[in-house]
């Protein structure tokens, strides 16, 4: 049987500041997707948060880009983002782009990372969420899990993936896209996905022992300030991965994370800094807004439900991993408004260099 596996999330409303999700927003989330479950709209769901964007994991029979699923999970940000108003949370319904649902919620501001695949006797499958970072975020950690020998040890010795995995890349600035296979074409693959504000993995898919159409990985890639035109959010990206068995094992898929890489997105969209792995109780962005977060869950599904779940980097083992991330952001933070700490110009999210250009206008003179 087929099972679609389905994380939608958005900003809809911090508390307080951009910090959190509020736990009243988490509640009348999982009573709407408890309602939907009794209705048979879905099969299964779990509600959390990374720092402030709420994160909604569905499992269903519906398949990808569902309208009953889309329009299900966008009520649920609507009515959430209706209690954040009343409350006074802070930037209360702001991933929200536009008032009307049209069939799915592509290009409306939610994030989206969805896989119909046939499960397998069992099915293991990790849920990462990022926060105050972009679905760049995520070319470290996926091309390691799928296509490093030095992270993934099955790549070497394990027959079912030794013929590697092929990567489905997208130029997010050119709305276009790439297959590219791996091991064969690392060097390509990586010429691009070093360059993670444009080029991102977008889904793997395995070459041997599993079907060859059905994605084993995938990651949310949109990019809310493309969408809008101008800075309203985060894209703050989510992803969904299968382990084991003729994949990555769950160590594999953990084990990137255990190195606390730079990325884009901390304060006001416009700074580098680490990626610190957290238990989901830690991922409230406080310090800088941030460091960046990811929180990853972990879930076995059978027939559609989940079975069984589990707080993966709640765990001791990722104790010097966020102890490095903080010696980073130290050593980032110090850097204060210098690159690289700061983005480039024409990647900050907030700038005001029109302004002191046009302040300074006549007062530039040209030099030999
Ligand atoms: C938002 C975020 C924050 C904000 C910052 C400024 O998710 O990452 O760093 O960009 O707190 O927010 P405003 O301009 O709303 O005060
Ligand atoms: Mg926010
Ligand atoms: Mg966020």
New binding site residues.
Partial sequence: MKTTFSIIKA?VGGCPG?AKVNEKLIELAKEKLKKAKEQGIIKDFFVTNC???LELIMTHDKGENNESIHGLAWNVFKEASELAKQLGFYGAGQDLLKDAFSGNVRGLGPGIAEMEFTERKSEPIVAFMM??TEPGAFNLPIYRMFADPFNTAGLIIDPKLHSGFKFEVWDIKEHKRVFLNTPEEMYDLLALIGAKSRFVIKRVYPRSSLPEDEPVAVVSTEKLFQIAGEYIG?D?PVAAVRAQSGLPALGEVLEPFAFPHLVSGWMRGSHNGPIMPVANKQAKCTRFDGPPRVIAIGFQVKNGMITGHEDLFDDPAFDYARNKAQEIADYMRRHGPFEPHRLPLEEMEYTTLPKVMEKLKGRFEDVE
Avoid: A, R, V
């Fill in positions: 900003d951009h720092g402030d964007d926060d105050k985060k703050d």
